[in-house]
């Protein structure tokens, strides 16, 4: 069976990391479903020059977030994991307190009541205090956080290749079996 995987794009900074992560997954043979916030919409064209219809042709099926009845709200349909690349503070915070208010949000529920692989790339700095705690409660519920910091033990010389070193790294957290983060050789 072909492993399904779900990306989420929300407001935050960092929509390179979702449009890597669908192409990326698509080069694997990963089926890809993509609910994108309209913030996260309006940081990708934004960030990369993209509108919806642009972005969501990146992902093999494309779900609107106010469609909460959609095949990913389901616990019955089978993922691998959801990745929400970027994923902004409030969405952070309504994941960690189980609101379920848009398909997304919903889509991140069903993902930890399933015990299925939950990945937030976190972004914003400097955290807060309620940034931490959700964090904390999302992580105590089984999910990851993984903001995308980017380790320069392997020379990147590009944005470009650290964003794609962390989209490896996600998808080998996320369980497909065919990512190639870079293994760390030493100095």
Known sequence: MTPRLVVGLTGATGAAYALRLLRRARELGVETHLVATPAGILNAHHELGLDRSSLESEADHAHSPGDVGACIASGSFSTAAMVVAPCSMKSLAAIAHGLGD???TRAADVTLKER???ILMVRE????????????????????CFPP?????????SIDEMVNE??????ELAGIAQAQPKVWTGL
């Open 102 to 104: 848009n398909l997304l």
């Open 125 to 144: 700095t400097p955290l807060n205090l309620a940034h931490l705690r959700n964090m904390v409660a999302v992580t105590e519920m089984g999910g990851i």
């Open 166 to 171: 962390t989209v490896e790294r996600v998808l």
């Open 116 to 118: 299925r692989k939950l």
């Open 149 to 157: 910091l980017p380790a320069f033990y392997h020379h990147p010389k």
